[in-house]
């Protein structure tokens, strides 16, 4: 006969508990709601490192452009700046006429990046949501034009520019680009996950126009995704210089082909170039700097998919629907507390609140609630095939006191 000892039975209370605390989620990498990851010495050696490699080029530029070339030249080259900034700053200006290369650079990205983005996002949406035959197949043949090389598309836009007489004009820059394959492809992927169908029935129940879907519903959504496809496109576009340079002159030039011209003597002045390439950095920099903290913010607003701690689901915290509204006299349970849920087919008792108005006294009373408060999503349904929680009833009490 074997016995038991009260020590075999009784709890382990120094033992940690296999499950998290009521109302509290982990993820699978341990970590509960609201919490934050800590990086430890390795990761902030990383990202120093990291952070150090993206400064150095920057720092060098304006290193050689702060000093003539000779003192760029030699070895070991200088590593602190000069007090020929200012010098080769004006040299570079008045050399490339980088005063109207500059206007024309901000008007050329400007144009494709508003055009880029009002396409694109128009495009991916009609791929993302809407249903037409020959969908997938557009689709594809869209995708199939980034295997394509620009290279092999220069003499045939040169032609067609010049039938149009745009050859030495803006106009020969920012037509070919005002929309584009990756820009189509990334707004689809983006709005297949965020955009629910639900929000666009929703607007066409309340009589919404296409037109009012997309500026109302997918443009606010889309927010996050336009911000990044519009920083990299004016990026893109700023930093261009093949194509620019075979449809433009010295005469209307962009930046970056002004730039080019810095380099075509026979021996350039690396200090006068350094200090054209800076000219043309300042620009990106400011942009980022104003509008660093929205496309940041447009990118975590985009990555948040759910609320991590169930307030938007029902009482139990997980990704249910709410639960159907409570009786006036119902009084929440505290945060973390189990939720108790009566068995299937019996009716919950409640307390009503007391009365109110004039004449009104007594205690409150305890009585049977006709109508469940919650039914567990195990019970099946009892009346129809319609959904359970959205039809009351009744226990048997009830019937036979109501039948004649």
């Known amino acids: 006969m074997t016995t038991t000892s009260p020590t075999d039975t009784a709890p382990d209370l120094g033992r940690r508990p296999l499950t998290p605390a009521p109302g509290r989620r982990r993820s699978r990498f341990g970590i509960g709601a609201g919490q934050q990851l800590k990086?430890?010495?390795?990761?902030?050696?990383?990202?120093?490192?990291?952070?150090?490699?993206?400064?150095?080029?920057?720092y060098w530029t304006l290193v050689a452009a702060s000093h003539d070339?000779?003192?760029?030249?030699?070895?070991?080259?200088?590593?602190?700046?000069?007090?020929?900034?200012?010098?080769?700053?004006?040299a570079a200006w008045d050399q490339a006429h980088l005063g109207k290369a500059i206007v024309n650079s901000l008007i050329v990205a400007g144009c494709i990046t508003v055009a880029t983005l009002f396409f694109c996002t128009l495009a991916g949406y009609a791929?993302?949501?809407?249903?037409?035959?020959?969908?997938?197949?557009?689709?594809?043949?869209?995708?199939?034009?980034?295997?394509?090389?620009?290279?092999?598309?220069?003499?045939?836009?040169?032609?067609?520019?010049?039938?149009?007489?745009?050859?030495?004009?803006?106009?020969s820059v920012i037509f070919p680009t005002l929309v584009g394959a990756f820009g189509v492809f990334f707004m689809r992927q983006y709005l297949i996950e965020a955009l629910p169908y639900e929000l666009i029935e929703a607007a066409k129940v309340d009589g919404a126009s296409n037109i009012r879907i997309v500026w109302n519903v997918v443009l606010p959504v889309a927010r996050p995704a336009m911000m990044v496809l519009g920083m990299l496109t004016f990026v893109q576009a700023w930093n261009d210089f093949f194509w620019p340079f075979l449809a433009l002159n010295q005469d209307n030039p962009t930046l970056q082909v002004a730039l080019g011209q810095l380099q075509a003597s026979y021996t350039p002045d690396q200090s006068i170039v350094m200090a054209g390439a800076l000219i043309s950095t300042l620009p990106l920099l400011l942009v980022f700097v104003l509008f660093g903290k929205q496309i940041v913010g447009g990118i975590?607003?985009?990555?948040?998919k759910a609320?991590?701690?169930?307030?938007?689901?029902?009482?139990?915290?997980?990704?249910?629907?709410?639960?159907?509204?409570?009786?006036p006299g119902h009084v929440p349970a505290p945060v973390g507390a189990p939720v108790t849920r009566p068995p299937c087919g019996q009716a919950p008792t409640g307390t009503r609140p007391p009365p109110t108005g004039p004449g009104a006294a007594g205690p409150p009373t305890v009585h049977p609630q006709p109508f469940p408060l919650h039914r567990p999503r195990s019970c099946p349904p009892t009346v129809g095939?319609?959904?359970?929680?959205?039809?009351p009833t009744f226990p048997h009490a009830t019937l036979g006191a109501l039948s004649p």
């Open 39 to 58: 990086g430890g010495p390795f990761t902030y050696i990383a990202l120093a490192v990291v952070g150090l490699g993206s400064i150095l080029p920057l």
């Open 307 to 327: 609320d991590p701690s169930g307030a938007r689901g029902g009482t139990d915290g997980d990704d249910d629907p709410p639960d159907p509204p409570r009786h």
């Open 69 to 90: 070339q000779q003192r760029v030249l030699d070895t070991p080259p200088p590593l602190v700046p000069g007090g020929r900034l200012w010098h080769n700053l004006q």
């Open 127 to 171: 791929f993302a949501k809407m249903r037409f035959r020959g969908r997938n197949v557009l689709m594809t043949a869209v995708i199939a034009t980034l295997t394509i090389p620009p290279q092999l598309s220069v003499v045939p836009l040169f032609m067609m520019m010049s039938d149009l007489g745009w050859n030495g004009h803006l106009e």
């Open 385 to 391: 095939p319609l959904d359970h929680r959205l039809r």
């Open 300 to 304: 975590m607003a985009g990555a948040v």
